[in-house]
């Protein structure tokens, strides 16, 4: 399959780049294809400018390279370290670039049973996607209750709010916690970790996320309706199955 | 008391700007100092260099300037766009720049009984921050329901791991929502609102998160201590009182 890799990491001597070098290889020698959008190699530029909201037509050329990547994979992997508990700014600012009115948004129609074609519908239906992130923190500060706030919690913004918006199925994370102490052996461990979900990338199921247009929202409050998961409220309600199973 | 404004939008004729220049004029009248970091106009850069990671020393004058206006400050204001459910890329680049190793993060010491000064403590103690947030979405789409997710879980990372994590003291957030449909009559009630809240930014009670240092945690894990909030998951288990409330 086809597997565009969009990178944010400045420090071409960084783990990151490391695991993204081990990614590609693993990608290739199992006969994907794979292109790659390394945004600081690129000098990418990460400001949505005024000119740019929202215009349909006169995209510049970098917008509509990204956009043609996009539509060529099969799947998409995110790759970034966490930075303030959410991607560096370049990677953010190329989300709002890319996607423009009409492709990452604002698509399809709005009637009394549906608004647009997002959340499991879109320009990406079809496409899956996975963050890989690193983090200096401890897996526990980011447990259930650990102090950082729950992993799940902290990425469901860009899981469901960025990823499932336009289509994209979304698979569980793969995450490298405490990244200040690696060594040999455990950067070993982690690529054969890594390995296996890059193996795995076309069956693993994806975060059962509901779909906006199917019965679970009232049009166009879209609220829960009651009878779905009663009781239950914020991000975890937009789950079919409990976190916990996650 | 001294005001620091920062401020991310593109488009002077925006909504955004006019709340802007609402707020300055509201606040000065009440006596106040006020600066502003308007990024666009600065043509702020929100690229965080390898060379910037970390250093302690050799920091940018760009940076420099930032770090003392917001030691100036009393109360920090970060107004912006909700752009795909957080900050625009380059506010979170003025986060990641400005938030240098020994002034945003990597205060203070570790020990069995402390893990640095964070979460409660560091170096912008005792200043207040709120947010100033519009969106396109209704209110109802950001409802504990809402298929966007909950407003105050979508500004967690923001609220707890931004402007909480150096020491500030987070407000309620100030949120317009539906911009697209605004008449003269709404316009009018949003700054009505909005100058309530600018009039009250020294005695509005804070969100109340709990303290890294202050015997909720177990330290050096970091989760919370079994007795607290017992069985609470989640973003909400880090708050002395239930989200109900606030």
New interface residues.
């Given amino acids: 399959m086809n597997v565009l890799i969009v990178y944010a990491h ?3 001597n ?1 783990l990151n780049a490391a695991l993204k070098h081990y990614a590609i290889q693993r990608l290739q020698t199992a006969g994907h294809a794979v292109q790659v959008s390394d945004l ?1 190699a690129m000098e990418w530029n ?5 000119s740019e ?1 929202p215009k349909l037509e006169n995209h510049r050329a970098d917008i509509l390279r990204e956009q043609e990547k996009l539509l060529w994979a099969d799947t998409v992997i995110f790759q970034f370290p966490l ?4 991607m ?3 990677m ?2 190329w ?2 670039r890319v ?1 423009t009115l009409g492709f990452g948004y604002g698509v399809g129609e709005h009637s009394d049973v549906r608004w647009g074609d997002r ?1 499991g519908e879109g320009t990406l239906t079809g496409k899956r996607a996975m963050l890989m992130v690193t983090a200096g ?2 897996e ?2 980011y ?8 992993v799940d ?2 990425l ?2 860009i899981h ?3 990823l499932y ?1 336009p289509g994209m199925e979304v698979l569980p994370p793969f995450m490298v916690y405490r990244t200040g102490h690696m060594d040999d052996a455990r950067y070993a461990a982690i690529c054969e970790e890594l390995g296996q979900r890059l193996d795995t990338l076309a069956t693993t199921p994806p975060i059962p996320f509901r779909r ?1 247009n199917h019965g679970d ?1 009232d049009i ?5 309706k009651s009878e779905i998961a009663p009781g ?7 789950l079919h199955q409990p976190p916990s199973l996650l």
Same sequence: chains 1, 2.
């Fill in positions: 400045p420090d071409p960084s600081y990460a400001k949505l400018a005024a909201i930075w303030w508990f959410s560096p700014a370049i953010k600012g989300v709002e996607y959340y923190g401890w526990s500060h447990s259930p209750r650990g102090i950082n706030g729950a919690e902290l469901f913004p469901h709010g960025i918006y906006q929202y166009p409050v879209m609220t829960l239950v409220e914020g991000f975890k309600a937009h």
